[in-house]
Antibody, heavy 121, light 109 residues
Framework: EVQLVESGGGLVQPGRSLRLSCAASGFTFDDYAMHWVRQPPGKGLEWVSGISWNSGNIGYADSVKGRFTISRDNAKNSLYLQMNSLNAEDTAFYYC??????????????WGQGILVTVSS | QSALTQPPSASGSPGQSVTISCTGTSSDVGGYNYVSWFQQHPGKAPKLMIYEVTKRPSGVPDRFFGSKSGNTASLTVSGLQAEDEADYYCTSYAGSHTYVFGTGTNVTV
């Protein structure tokens, strides 16, 4: 059974940094691209970033480019999102999602339960 | 990277059909056959319902049907059931290793 468990969320002050992690199990992690998707409370979904199986291809939403960095450690079956210069607009539930192939371009099929990041002073 | 346009709401009676549109551009929906649809119930993670415009993952009822014409994709749910009441989001590959989501549609049965 595919399991994706996010961690590292919480309350952070504007301008500070936070690192999210996603622990994957139930599938061969390095055979698949991975993504981060976020959802502000009560609002719609926004794709944040995606990374191919070998980290060779990475994409970011314009809203986070230059501030967020996605990475993965295939030896640890883990996905990460380093978030810098956080602002109130980054407040959201952050979901880790599994790609369906090695490449970012293909759809994502399984999602974690999400973790809340709140940016506030 | 502008969000794809969906109607805010749609509704139908049990047994009826509802169709949700998802309008983008030639740089996303119109340019790739990588359109997916997700269903999200309150407080839950999204669930994949349709991928690559028309394909259904195993376990998704054939009441869910996806299609695309030009820059607009559509999701049709036929034989509406109470459990279909949820938010629905389209998403499309947008090139350069990026994705874009739709604005979301709340379906009421």
């Amino acid at each position: 059974e595919v399991q994706l468990v996010e961690s590292g969320g919480g309350l952070v002050q504007p301008g500070r940094s936070l690192r999210l992690s996603c622990a994957a199990s139930g599938f061969t992690f390095d055979d698949y691209a991975m993504h981060w998707v976020r959802q502000p409370p009560g609002k719609g979904l926004e794709w944040v970033s995606g990374i191919s199986w070998n980290s060779g291809n990475i994409g970011y939403a314009d809203s986070v480019k230059g501030r967020f960095t996605i990475s993965r450690d295939n030896a640890k079956n883990s996905l990460y999102l380093q978030m810098n210069s956080l602002n109130a607009e980054d407040t959201a539930f952050y979901y880790c999602a599994k790609g369906s192939t090695t490449m970012v371009r293909h759809h994502f099929d399984y999602w974690g339960q999400g973790i809340l990041v709140t940016v506030s002073s | 990277q502008s969000a794809l346009t969906q109607p805010p709401s749609a509704s139908g009676s049990p047994g009826q059909s509802v169709t949700i549109s998802c309008t983008g551009t030639s740089s996303d929906v119109g340019g790739y056959n990588y359109v997916s649809w997700f269903q999200q119930h309150p407080g839950k993670a999204p669930k994949l319902m349709i991928y690559e415009v028309t394909k259904r993952p195993s376990g998704v009822p054939d009441r869910f049907f996806g299609s695309k014409s030009g820059n607009t994709a559509s999701l049709t749910v036929s034989g509406l059931q109470a459990e279909d009441e949820a938010d629905y989001y389209c998403t499309s590959y947008a090139g350069s290793h990026t994705y874009v989501f739709g604005t979301g549609t709340n379906v009421t049965v």
